[in-house]
C-alpha cells in the first residue's frame, strides 16, 4: 500500500508538471543502486561545472550539479535550473554555497528530470562569471 501511494503522489507530480523530491530512489543513489548515465560539462575563468545524470533503478533519471574551481578559487557555489519551456524561462534549484573552491548539490534531494523539464547545472567561484552546461 505504500509503495502504491508514492506512486501515485509521484505520477499526480509528474502530471501537473511538477519537479520532485525523492527520498526513497535518493536512497538508492546514495548506496549505488544507480548507474551513471550522462554528464555534460562547461568551463570558463579556470572553472569547471558538471551536470551528472544517473539512471536508478526505478527508470528515472536524476541529477547533480558540481563545481570545481581553478587553483586560486574560493566561494564555490552550484545550483540546478529547471525549465518546462526548453530554456526560455527557468527556476533556480538546490543551491549550494561552500567556502573551499568546490562544492556539490546534496544527494538526498535529487531532482527528477522528466518531460516537460530540461535541467543544467550552473555555478561559480570567487565572483567569477556564472558557468552553465547544456540543457539535458
Known amino acids: 500500500m505504500k509503495k502504491t501511494v508514492g506512486r501515485i503522489a509521484v505520477a499526480c507530480a509528474v502530471a501537473i508538471g511538477g519537479v520532485i523530491a525523492t527520498s526513497g530512489t535518493a536512497s538508492a543513489y546514495g548506496t549505488g543502486d544507480c548507474t551513471y548515465s550522462k554528464e555534460r560539462t562547461a568551463s570558463g575563468s579556470g572553472d569547471s561545472v558538471i551536470l551528472q545524470v544517473w539512471r536508478c533503478p526505478d527508470g528515472h533519471d536524476y541529477v547533480k550539479g558540481i563545481i570545481s574551481g581553478s587553483a586560486n578559487a574560493s ?8 525549465s518546462i519551456n526548453g530554456g526560455s524561462s527557468w527556476t533556480q534549484r538546490q543551491y549550494t554555497s561552500s567556502s573551499s573552491r568546490s562544492t556539490q548539490t546534496p544527494q538526498n ?28
Open 75 to 82: 566561494r564555490a557555489r552550484v545550483w540546478l535550473d529547471d
Open 109 to 136: 534531494n535529487l531532482l527528477f528530470d522528466g518531460s516537460p523539464h530540461k535541467v543544467r547545472a550552473c555555478g561559480d567561484t570567487s565572483g567569477h562569471r556564472t558557468i552553465c552546461t547544456a540543457w539535458y
